[in-house]
Antibody, heavy 116, light 107 residues
Framework: QVQLVQSGAEVKKPGASVKVSCKASGYTFSTYAIHWVRQAPGQRLEWMAWINAGNGNTKYSQKFQGRVTITRDTSATTAYMELNSLRSEDTAVYYC?????????WGQGTLVTVSS | EIVLTQSPGTLSLSPGERATLSCRTSQSVSSSYLAWYQQKPGQAPRLLIYDASSRATGIPDRFSGSGSGTDFTLTISRLEPEDFAVYFCQQYDESPRTFGQGTKVEI
């Protein structure tokens, strides 16, 4: 069965960076895009970026352009999301998700807390 | 970007009743590239409906989606106890993909 297993919760100080991993299994990794979506407390879900797991092409939301980098390691069937220059408003649950058109599977989420 | 507005914010119903949830988009979503998700507390969202009206694998037929253009609807024909949750719509027609703010279906 399709599984996306994310790395554990992180606590970071303002200005720091965080890197979240997403290990995929149960399907051919290179045939689906991986999207990153976040959910801040009391806010709606927010799409951040996606990566074509086959060729590595990426697309970022303008809101996060320049601050987020997504990569993948096809041999490890793992995707990564790195967010820089963290601020308190980045406190959220970050989800990796799979999907070429609709997003059809979600990881369990990674809570990133930004606090001084 | 396309803004999605869901209504109502909260729907208070009883098991066995019919639930009708609305999602309106600020501009037309071509090819009906709209999905519905269910989210329970502490869990990741689950895909229910894609392409506006196609049920995802394993989703019971009491869930149905309809609509096109800028008006979309998720209907739960008879609520089961496990259906009480938050429901989100999302468009994947244009980047950035955007989500509605959610409708909470409560007892």
């Amino acid at each position: 069965q399709v599984q996306l297993v994310q790395s554990g919760a992180e606590v970071k100080k303002p200005g720091a960076s965080v890197k979240v991993s997403c290990k995929a299994s149960g399907y051919t990794f290179s045939t689906y895009a991986i999207h990153w979506v976040r959910q801040a407390p009391g806010q709606r879900l927010e799409w951040m970026a996606w990566i074509n797991a086959g060729n590595g092409n990426t697309k970022y939301s303008q809101k996060f352009q320049g601050r987020v980098t997504i990569t993948r390691d096809t041999s490890a069937t793992t995707a990564y999301m790195e967010l820089n220059s963290l601020r308190s408003e980045d406190t959220a649950v970050y989800y990796c998700t799979r999907g070429n058109l609709p997003i059809d599977y979600w990881g369990q989420g990674t809570l990133v807390t930004v606090s001084s | 970007e396309i803004v999605l507005t869901q209504s109502p914010g909260t729907l208070s119903l009883s098991p066995g009743e019919r639930a009708t949830l609305s999602c309106r988009t600020s501009q037309s979503v071509s090819s009906s590239y709209l999905a519905w998700y269910q989210q329970k507390p502490g869990q990741a969202p689950r895909l229910l409906i894609y392409d506006a009206s196609s049920r995802a694998t394993g989703i019971p037929d009491r869930f149905s989606g309809s609509g096109s253009g800028t008006d979309f609807t998720l209907t739960i024909s008879r609520l089961e106890p496990e259906d009480f949750a938050v429901y989100f719509c999302q468009q994947y027609d244009e980047s950035p993909r955007t989500f509605g703010q959610g409708t909470k279906v409560e007892i």
